[in-house]
């Protein structure tokens, strides 16, 4: 039994707003399907799935402090795996924002005075637009606290567990970020 990729139209949406191609778009960052998403005042149509599944597939957990390159899409994908059925969408994106925001290590975040407000406001427009409840579940911060000891002990500090940690390729993982997206969603 071999993994069947989804039929999906995944062409980058056009007829949103236009805006000139400009390098400094004042509080906008230029996203990877060419929307610009302003992380201050962020609106759901500035926000897009393609984007969060290549910008978290190319953002390396653990500040990149790791011996082989393990994404944030990765760990996503491995938390809305283990999290309770109803709450699988809500684990797949319980770190979207970093798409826009950057994954900040834990013990550096709460120092970041507005950091917490500004991340809230976005993820509840990415709650809004997907369809799911935030603030995140208890659940959900458990199968995240789960599989972050699971990363630690296995690609941090090296110590083998029962089931590896595969650290893929990240045009594989983004791939598989939006397959387990249209498969939570929409089968």
Sequence with gaps: MGFKPLDLDLRIPTGGPTMTENLFTKDCIRTFTGLYMNVFEPTPEMINIRDIAHALSMECRFSGHLPNFYSVAEHSVMVSRIAPKELKLQALLHDASEAYLRDIPRPIKPKLTNYKAIEDKLMRIIAGKFGFDYPLSSEVHMADAEMLQWEWD??????????????????????????????????
């Design 154 to 187: 296995e690609l941090m500090i090296g110590i083998p567990g029962n089931e590896p940690v595969v650290c893929m390729d990240p045009k594989l993982v983004e791939a598989n970020f939006l397959s387990e997206y249209y498969r939570i969603k929409f089968v």
